[in-house]
Nanobody, 112 residues
Framework: QVQLVESGGGLVQPGGSLRLSCAAS????????MSWYRQAPGNERELVAV????????YYADSVKGRFTISRDNAKNTMYLQMNSLKPEDTAVYYCSARNSWGQGTQVTVSS
């Protein structure tokens, strides 16, 4: 069965950086597109970034474009989200998704 485990969240000051990881198992990772979503309190879950199977094509929400970078390592069955220039509005639980499945999420809090 699909298992997705996020890590790397935490508390960071505005302008800081974090790198999220999503360890995947139970499915053909290298054959699957992968995504990051986030959900802030009181808000719907929103798509943050998408990466194709080879990592050659990516998509970013306008709100994170130029600040976040999605990547993957097919040899390690792991996807990443490098987040730079973080803003308080980036505060949310971040989830990775694949094959209609979700991880448990990792909390990112941007605050001084």
């Amino acid at each position: 069965q699909v298992q997705l485990v996020e890590s790397g969240g935490g508390l960071v000051q505005p302008g800081g950086s974090l790198r999220l990881s999503c360890a995947a198992s139970g499915f053909a990772f290298r054959s699957s597109g992968m995504s990051w979503y986030r959900q802030a309190p009181g808000n719907e879950r929103e798509l943050v970034a998408v990466i194709n199977t080879f990592g050659s094509s990516t998509y970013y929400a306008d709100s994170v474009k130029g600040r976040f970078t999605i990547s993957r390592d097919n040899a390690k069955n792991t996807m990443y989200l490098q987040m730079n220039s973080l803003k308080p509005e980036d505060t949310a639980v971040y989830y990775c998704s694949a094959r209609n499945s979700w991880g448990q999420g990792t909390q990112v809090t941007v605050s001084s």
